[in-house]
């Protein structure tokens, strides 16, 4: 103790002021910067106290001079350690990804501040702390009883943090509230929910509930997905769709794989559970709202009947695949050129209607379509190239896919549709039917086809954007693809 009551210990003490003074104005680390800040204000007080020992002296009685000295050496020596294990446990999140709980620290803190108290109370003041504290065992009983709930909440913290069942930063569910937990103190866990609404429960509460911690080790999370398709349609089928779905959407992980199964056979279908594996379990409600949108709109196009229930009794008309009114933008597009009239209004009759939702690809660059579309509304946007390069944006009265249509060579370029939108979809099948009967047209086809081509060059050329069509043979393409003979 000779130490402390020397003046090297005050200018220790400042300089050690000054070091973790200046440690809170230069660290970017908030949780030190926090822990620290106890250090400065602590060695703060004993440069207080230290400066005017000398003033309290004189005006206190003799008795009394014991009290200052205690007093300043505490706060030193408070600082110092505070400064300590603030440092110890930075260097420690330097090597390690765990967050050093509060409960933690102040625990830490506490039985330092105990060890460091014991001697110089006994030095300074003459004060036997071991024996007070065995001679207080009838106040002891009396606070155990008042504080029972605060002291429940209390050992109940430490347990938690012995057992660690979860972490700061965990995705949690106690009872009826779940959220993400921000806080681990000593009476209580805060955590914050999906509304960003703060929610603080008890210890002693998380103690005795049932406990689900979504998060454990930044490990992905699964969910489960229920929905309903018709008895009409295969499962293998189903699934396939389902998977197609879910590898489309940006938010479902690939690694680990999604999965997809019959649950069960309802009264009115049959229900599928899909698996899907997220890396943030906030992201639950995002994913499940994008992955049902995209199977609706899949479902849709695919044919896939999501039934009512056989209990309810129902009348119903099926829809129109297609709308008289619309047809004009099928029967005006230059592919029906070399048709009459009345021909190319047959052909538009044959058109599907599909929908697709926000995001969705309708074609895809590389793969192999025998299908040709005409936008009817809503926007899609044309991309091509790693990355994806944005080339023109189609609207009503757009058309693509003709080349995959007549020519069977991959799609040019990958359509993405922008917001929801209705196209017209006309499949190889229809043109093979009257080509079969008017192998005349295929010629004036051919020549729309190297039109075409020529077209798409030049707007590839201009915006730079890939590997651009190249004109060739289209006459013989298309007797080989619709399997019709030379005259």
């Known amino acids: 103790m000779t130490f402390l009551q020397g003046n090297l210990a005050l200018v220790l003490g400042v300089i050690a002021f000054i070091g973790a003074f200046l440690t809170t104005r230069l660290t970017q680390d908030e949780r030190f910067k926090a822990d620290t800040i106890g250090a400065v204000r602590w060695l703060g007080l004993f440069i207080v106290l230290r400066l005017n020992t000398f003033w309290l002296e004189e005006t206190l009685p003799d008795e009394w001079h014991e009290y200052p000295h205690t007093a300043w050496m505490l706060a030193l020596a408070f600082g110092v350690a505070r400064f300590c294990v603030s440092f110890a446990l930075w260097l420690r999140s330097r090597f390690s990804s765990r967050v050093t709980a509060k409960i933690h620290r102040d625990v830490l803190d506490f039985v330092i501040y105990v060890v460091i108290a014991i001697p110089i109370l006994k030095t300074q003041l003459k004060l036997d702390v071991t024996t007070m504290l065995g001679t207080s065992a009838v106040l002891s009983l009396v606070l155990g009883f008042a504080l029972q709930d605060t002291l429940g909440n209390l050992f109940s913290g430490l347990s938690l943090q012995l057992e660690s069942p979860f972490e700061v930063g965990d995705f949690i569910r106690v009872g009826e509230q779940e959220g993400r937990v921000v806080q681990i103190a000593w009476r209580s866990t805060r955590i914050e929910t999906l509304l960003h609404e703060a929610i603080t429960l008890p210890n002693s509460l998380i103690a005795k509930e049932k406990v689900t911690n979504y998060t454990r080790g930044g490990l992905p999370m699964a969910i489960d997905l229920e929905f309903g398709a018709s008895y009409s349609a295969p499962p293998n089928f189903v699934k396939a769709e389902v998977m197609e779905a879910l590898r489309e959407s940006p938010l479902v992980l690939n690694d680990p794989a999604p999965w997809v199964g019959v649950s069960n056979f309802g009264e009115s279908s049959i229900t599928y559970?899909?698996?899907?594996?997220?890396?943030?379990?906030?992201?639950?409600?995002?994913?499940?709202?994008?992955?049902?949108?995209?199977?609706?709109?899949?479902?849709?196009?695919?044919?896939?009947?999501?039934p009512f229930p056989q209990q309810v009794v129902h009348f119903r008309t099926e829809a129109k695949n297609k709308a008289d009114p619309d047809l004009e933008l099928l029967s005006n597009h230059p592919l029906f050129q070399p048709f009459p009239v009345e021909e190319a209004v047959g052909l538009s009759r044959s058109a599907l209607e599909r929908k697709f939702g926000v995001g969705e690809e309708i074609i895809t660059e590389g793969r192999s379509g025998s299908s040709f579309y005409v936008v009817v509304s809503g926007k899609l946007s044309?991309?091509?190239?790693?990355?994806?390069?944005?080339?023109?944006?189609?609207?009503?009265?757009?058309?693509?896919?003709e080349m995959s249509l007549l020519t069977g060579e991959p799609r040019t370029a990958t359509v993405v549709a922008m917001e929801d939108c209705t196209l017209l979809e006309l499949g190889r099948e229809v043109f093979a039917r009257h080509l079969e009967a008017h192998p005349e047209r295929l010629a004036q086809l051919a020549s729309m086809i190297e039109e075409r081509k020529a077209g798409l060059a030049a707007a590839f050329m201009a915006n730079n954007a890939g590997k651009a069509p190249v004109p060739g043979k289209a006459l013989d393409r298309l007797r080989e693809i619709f399997r019709l003979r030379a005259p």
């Open 273 to 306: 559970k899909a698996r899907i594996f997220l890396s943030d379990y906030a992201a639950v409600p995002h994913v499940t709202d994008e992955v049902m949108g995209r199977l609706w709109y899949r479902f849709g196009r695919t044919g896939i009947e999501i």
């Open 382 to 401: 044309v991309r091509v190239g790693t990355p994806p390069k944005e080339i023109a944006v189609f609207e009503r009265g757009a058309a693509f896919g």
